[in-house]
């Protein structure tokens, strides 16, 4: 099969083309190009698509997705309550799709689609396996059918040569074990419970450890080894490692912390902090001298963190005296506050001895044609060599640190509380008293955010972050809604404080949170508005018409992006092209999932129109768009655009996640970003994991809808293969 090299995939841009036009983005900041000719750029590099890259994004996209529909399609269609088909029936539809998907593997064996059809036909054999039972009612534990399915998925994951099948395998031998353990528990009245097991359990966890921690040491070896000698192999590809050890430091965290309530009183609880000490260290010694990867680095601090925070409550011994719990907020703020610090120390070091992100004889050389095609003078070039690229934060880091600003954020207001309580300003609580020492927070965050120093943003980042949820709480208690407007009056309350945050706050990561609050605040207050004062089919019109203003902003945003670069709101344009699809992404979980929410907060259903909303106003939105587009700015791409906004939308107003989560796939690829794709694809896949459980339509109806899309998926393919040129002069062609 054909490999694909770690440093991008090959239906994607490099990472250090990537890194060369973010660099360019900051010469069209300090007016130094123009936009017209980063854009240019763009296209050299490959980061804005012409016909040739979609086609070469779009094939093994629309084929993987199409792929993945058929099997889920199958699953759903195994899940549902099927008795009146005779038993042949079901075996035979289940085996000619994995007989199906063997045969394109054999008949495209060194074609990339072999490795999307080898990797369902492993996903398959797992319906086949619950269908046998299902129909037989054999009696096997869950267990059996994941340790059969796990020989099936090993062979193929030998022959297959890829770490998605070895991801699968390695998936389903620890829901295997989970579920042997629970079983054996169980058997033995030990269930959820680590502190009575017997020695066979606790010897069972020993060893399920060891054998994590070994798998982990296998792959990595293989991984330096290929990306030593092989580095264009599947094995030099560092993400399933990085989910690997995340999920042993997972194990390991939640179980020291656990039982540092008890410490001292076994030995099974410090032979299992041992090891995990021993993990850490030896993490540290590879990853910061050896091998240096920050993304390791990261997953070690985050399980420092976490349990350190836990060990500095127990050394109070859960005392709930003021001076203590002052004290315990101030030392995990610090904590907290500490580790975030030496992450971005780390990342600066590590960008001295190499840049991670880029491969240095592809970035000489990238820089070299585009100053032969006239694209970048040597003033540009010297001046994107000086600059200090380490302050661009990859996405994990940025996650670790956002979730650090959250944690330290609770511990500040915390404190403050203490304080109002110290102070007797709590007895009879008013605005005031909460606005007041919020507006203190905030210029303090203010003055953070405007020094220089990741150290010092990180830390007011956390600071904007109390200040503004003590502002709207105080803003809240000005109002005093009742139970009927609750929700109307906390979102529009908080709408103004978000908004004159979010400028007055320079910082990146802040102003995407709170751009993601506001684009969910702005459809909750409008879906509750309508709800309270608006017939059904009236408000769902309405709601649909804010959700498509909504989505033609963004869409205008993406197109003008680098000219809004150029102007006096460059600092708001990437909060706002991330931020606004961010909060689409909740509000279409928030939908699915709104049945069990208005059951658990409230007595009467209160989300039954949003979804339908959601899904109209997506599909309008992009319908409107790429219609403009075509009609108006006559953009060359529109034979791309416009069939993919009409099946985007279609797939919208049925299910609006599945809709937003394919038009994410083709920004991802426009904007040249793996991160966007990423995301895309874990949204994907978590919204049809809501959509199987809450979505009030029948299984049959979710199986045949999803047979129905994965046949037009695989269609599609075929066409944009027959349609799009392979070749139109793109990146690195014009030489």
């Known amino acids: 099969m054909i490999d694909i090299a770690p440093d991008g995939i090959s239906w994607m841009p490099s990472r250090t083309a990537k890194y060369l036009c973010r660099q360019t983005e900051r010469l069209v900041q300090g007016g130094n190009l123009t936009p017209d000719a980063c854009q240019r750029i763009y296209a050299f590099c490959g980061v804005r698509p012409g016909y040739a890259q979609w086609r070469t994004f779009l094939i093994p996209v629309l084929f993987c997705l199409g792929l993945l529909s058929l099997v889920a399609g ?65 009696g096997a534990d869950s267990w059996e059918l994941f340790r059969a399915w796990l020989c099936v ?37 030990n269930a959820l419970s680590f502190d009575s097991l017997t020695y066979l359990p606790t010897a069972a966890l020993y060893g399920y450890l060891a054998v994590l921690a070994l798998c982990l040491i296998l792959r990595e070896a293989l991984a330096l080894q290929a990306i030593k000698h092989h580095p264009e192999s ?63 680095l990261t997953l070690g601090t985050a399980s420092l963190t976490a349990t350190g925070c836990v060990l500095i409550m127990q050394l109070f011994d859960n005392s709930y005296d003021v001076g203590d719990l002052f004290l315990i907020g101030c030392l995990m703020a610090v904590w907290v506050a500490g580790n975030g610090v030496l992450l971005l120390h780390w990342r600066r070091r590590l960008y001295e001895r190499a840049p991670v992100d880029v491969a ?44 650090g600003g959250w944690v330290a954020a609770m511990l500040i207001l915390l404190l403050l509380a203490l304080v109002l309580y110290m102070a007797d300003l709590l007895n009879d609580p008013n605005a005031a008293t909460v606005i007041l020492p919020s507006l203190i927070l905030a210029a303090i965050a203010g003055g953070l955010l405007r020094t220089r120093g990741e150290g010092k943003h990180h830390i007011g980042l956390a600071w904007a972050i109390a200040a503004t949820c003590g502002l709207c709480f105080g803003v809240f208690l000005l109002v005093e809604p009742d139970g009927e407007t609750f ?21 990146r990561s802040y102003r995407f ?18 709800s309270l004062y608006l017939l059904p089919a009236a408000g769902l019109w309405v709601i649909s018409a804010l959700v498509a203003c909504v989505i033609i902003f963004w869409l205008w945003i993406v197109r003008n992006q680098l000219n809004l670069q150029a102007g006096h709101f460059a600092q708001a344009v990437l909060p706002l092209l991330h931020g606004i699809p961010a909060g689409l992404i909740v509000l279409c979980l928030l939908a699915i999932n709104g049945g069990f929410i208005s059951d658990f907060f409230w007595d009467m259903p209160r989300f039954t129109t949003l979804q339908f909303g959601l899904g109209g106003g997506i599909a309008g939105g992009l319908l409107l768009n790429t219609l403009y587009q075509r009609l108006v700015e006559k953009t060359p791409l529109s034979m791309i655009t416009l069939p993919a906004a009409i099946l985007c939308g279609a797939a919208a107003v049925y299910a609006p996640g599945i809709g937003l989560g394919l038009w994410l796939l ?30 009030d339509v029948t299984l049959l109806q979710k199986s045949l809808l999803l047979l129905v899309s994965g046949v037009v998926l695989l269609m599609l393919t075929w066409v944009v293969k027959k349609v799009l040129p392979a070749r139109t002069g793109g990146a690195y062609e014009n030489q």
């Open 74 to 138: 199958a699953l759903f269609f195994v899940a549902w309550n099927w008795a009146h088909m005779p038993k042949i029936t079901k075996f035979a539809l289940m085996e000619l799709l994995i007989v199906a998907l063997a045969a394109v593997v054999w008949w495209r064996w060194y074609h990339r689609a072999a490795r999307s059809a080898l990797l369902a036909a492993g996903l398959s054999f797992g319906a086949l396996f619950a269908l046998y039972g299902q129909v037989y009612q054999t």
């Open 153 to 189: 998925l090993l062979p193929l994951a030998l022959i297959a040569r890829q770490n998605s099948l070895w991801f699968c395998s390695w998936l389903v031998a620890n829901l295997a074990f989970q579920l042997y353990y629970t079983t054996l528990s169980l058997s033995l009245e």
């Open 234 to 296: 599947w094995l030099a590809s560092r993400w399933f490692s990085r989910v690997m050890a995340g999920f042993l430091l997972l194990l390991l965290t939640s179980i020291v912390a656990g039982r540092l309530y008890d410490w001292g009183r076994d030995i099974h609880f410090t032979l299992i902090t041992g090891f995990w000490l021993i993990t850490l260290l030896t993490g540290y010694y590879l990853y910061r001298y050896r091998h240096p990867d920050l993304c390791m």
């Open 360 to 403: 240095p004889a592809e970035l000489t050389m990238l820089t070299e044609k585009l100053r032969q095609h006239g694209l970048l003078n040597q003033t540009q070039i010297q001046e994107i060599q000086q600059q200090d690229h380490s302050s661009h934060l990859p996405w994990y880091l940025r996650l670790a640190l956002s979730i």
């Open 487 to 507: 929700i109307l009056v906390s979102s529009l309350c908080a709408l103004p404080v978000l908004a004159v945050m979010a400028i007055a706050m320079p910082d």
């Open 513 to 530: 949170m709170a751009i993601t609050v506001i684009t969910l605040l702005l459809v909750l207050s409008g879906h509750s508005l309508t």
């Open 666 to 695: 083709l920004m991802a690829r426009y904007q040249g970003s793996q991160d966007i794709l990423l995301v895309s694809g874990c949204f994907i896949m978590l919204y049809v994991s809501g959509w199987y459980y809450f979505l």
